[in-house]
């Protein structure tokens, strides 16, 4: 069993900023892809950024820029720096993992963190 544990989240103000981790823990071999996803009410569940397990990163456009994803294989953790947040970055943000457990590979969800960004 893998568990994905979120925090960081928080109410902030316009032009702040908000720093996310994500630790993940059970029985890993090893974690491929780590990313971060958010879902506003009523809308869809969105891509922000992914990172590979050999630093490669991909950003959504909306976020290029202003947010950095990182990680740190030695603790099994993701970490999303959230840099000028504007109004329309408040979310649910989640992050996700592939995780390799044996010979399968397979994505473990966090449990969600509430970002939200004040005018």
């Known amino acids: 069993q893998v568990q994905l544990v979120e925090s960081g989240g928080g109410l902030v103000q316009a032009g702040g900023s908000l720093r996310l981790s994500c630790a993940a823990s059970?029985?890993?071999?090893?974690?491929?892809?780590m990313g971060w996803f958010r879902q506003a009410p009523g809308k869809q569940r969105e891509l922000v950024a992914v990172i590979s397990s050999g630093g490669s990163m991909n950003y959504a456009e909306s976020v290029k820029g202003r947010f950095t994803i990182s990680r740190d294989n030695a603790k099994n953790t993701v970490y999303l720096q959230m840099n000028s947040l504007k109004p329309e970055d408040t979310a649910v943000y989640y992050c996700k993992m592939a995780v390799v457990t044996s010979v399968f590979e397979h994505d473990y969800w966090g449990q969600g963190t509430q970002v939200t960004v004040s005018s």
């Open positions: 059970g029985r890993i071999f090893s974690i491929n892809n």
